[in-house]
């Protein structure tokens, strides 16, 4: 995929895709701060919002997708069902998502399994019909395929629609360099995005070379995963995004 053609499938000259974490007491605490915060992030101007199992599990990712295709129609939908990626690609398919951003798409298996997961995930993206979001070197995957970042970067923009770099961890930002290397090695017109640890504050710098972010925790009341979302966080990001390019809505 080309980077206009990227924009344009989001109506932005840089994407912002929020992550709705859903965390919670209970599954009915965790629905009912899904719908909150989803009206938070959608209403102050986010691109999409991933759906993630990152507190909870998939039937709350079933739950809050049932939600948003029943009453949410206008919320463009990601999804990253972690540890599940085929089960992420089934639920793309039957709710409508835009994209599935899955963790890691080279380097994280050994050599012998890597064939298998490479025509799998040709078949599911096939079948689901959605654009793939794919890491590399992605914070907690295990690097095991013995391959030099270059191979794995080229069979990685073979394998999805948009590359994801991160650091070390959730919220941690993204050394400007690992992002500078990134971008010589996919080429200047295939789309990066950064997926941790962009604030309002160093959206420049981290920016600078990608084509979206991927934002969490920044957006919470505590400035970590664990926090709430707060609707002004959420207004401060957008706007320091904006301020860079220019929305160009479709």
């Not at 970067?153 to 991160?166: Q, S």
């Not at 995005?193 to 160093?202: F, P, R, S």
């Not at 401060?236 to 929305?247: H, K």
């Amino acid at each position: 995929m080309r980077t206009a053609d990227f924009r344009a499938a989001f109506g932005a000259e840089l994407p912002v895709f929020a992550m709705l974490h859903l965390a919670g007491t209970d599954r009915d605490d965790r629905f009912a701060r899904a719908q909150r915060e989803i009206d938070l992030l959608w209403s102050n101007g986010v691109d999409a919002v991933i759906v993630e199992n990152y507190f909870g599990d998939t039937d709350d990712v079933v739950r809050a997708l049932d939600y948003l295709v029943a009453d949410r129609p206008d919320v463009r939908i990601g999804l990253n069902v972690l540890k599940d990626d085929w089960r992420a690609f089934e639920l793309a398919a039957a709710y409508g998502a835009a994209f599935v951003q899955l963790d890691s798409v080279a380097g994280h298996l050994p050599p012998d399994d890597d064939a298998a997961y490479a025509d799998r995930l040709q078949q599911a993206r096939a079948e689901a019909g959605c654009l793939v979001f794919g890491g590399v070197r992605f914070k907690y995957q295990p690097y095991l395929s013995g391959r030099p970042l270059e191979t794995d970067l080229a069979l990685a923009v073979d394998r999805c629609d948009a590359i994801v770099v991160t650091g070390e961890g959730t919220g941690i930002e993204t050394p400007t360099d690992k992002v500078a290397e990134f971008r010589r090695l996919v080429g200047p017109d295939f789309p990066l995005v950064i997926g941790a640890g962009v604030t309002a504050d160093n959206a420049e710098t981290q920016l600078a070379l990608a084509d979206a972010v991927i934002v969490g925790s920044t957006l919470k009341d505590t400035r970590v995963d664990t926090g709430d979302v707060v609707g002004e966080n959420v207004a401060a990001f957008v706007g320091a995004i904006r301020a860079l390019r220019p929305a160009q809505r479709v």
